[in-house]
């Protein structure tokens, strides 16, 4: 399989999908072998809402290699409303105006180029709940 192909296969990178647990029933993300709360292998396939709130964040000013263009840019740990904490970039806001308990929800973005080919890596990021506009 070529590389661009398997990114987009790759079911928890593009729609937050995980696994809840048969045996005690919690929620699981990302999904792993063994589940972290029971140690039962016994799960099954879920896909999250993608809406949650910020827990905590911090802006990177200085990026690591292949992230450098993208400075500064904030990270969160967003509390999905099912319960798993997840790691991501907040977009679509500027940084200074995040806050912990803002509601979020995931949007697919691009991540990073990388490669001679310049292969465009996507995935999950979260952006500020858009309300609803009455037309």
């Not at 999250?48 to 992230?67: H, L």
């Not at 180029?113 to 979260?126: A, D, S």
Request: one cysteine or more.
């Amino acid at each position: 399989m070529n590389l661009p192909r398997y990114w987009r296969t790759e079911k928890a990178r593009y729609a937050l999908v995980g696994e809840i647990c048969r045996t005690c029933g919690k929620p699981i993300f990302p999904p792993r072998d063994v589940c972290p709360h029971c140690a039962q292998t016994w799960q099954e396939p879920h896909a999250f809402s993608g809406k949650g709130r910020v827990y905590s964040y911090s802006t990177v000013y200085e990026a690591p290699a292949g992230y450098t263009e993208y400075r500064p840019y904030t990270v969160a740990l967003v509390k999905l409303d099912e319960g798993p904490l997840v790691t991501a970039q907040v977009t679509d806001v500027d940084n200074q105006d995040v806050r912990i308990g803002m509601p979020v929800e995931m949007v697919t973005r691009k991540i990073k180029e990388e490669g001679e080919n310049g292969l465009i890596v996507y995935g999950y990021k979260f952006r500020p709940v858009l309300e609803d506009v009455k037309r």
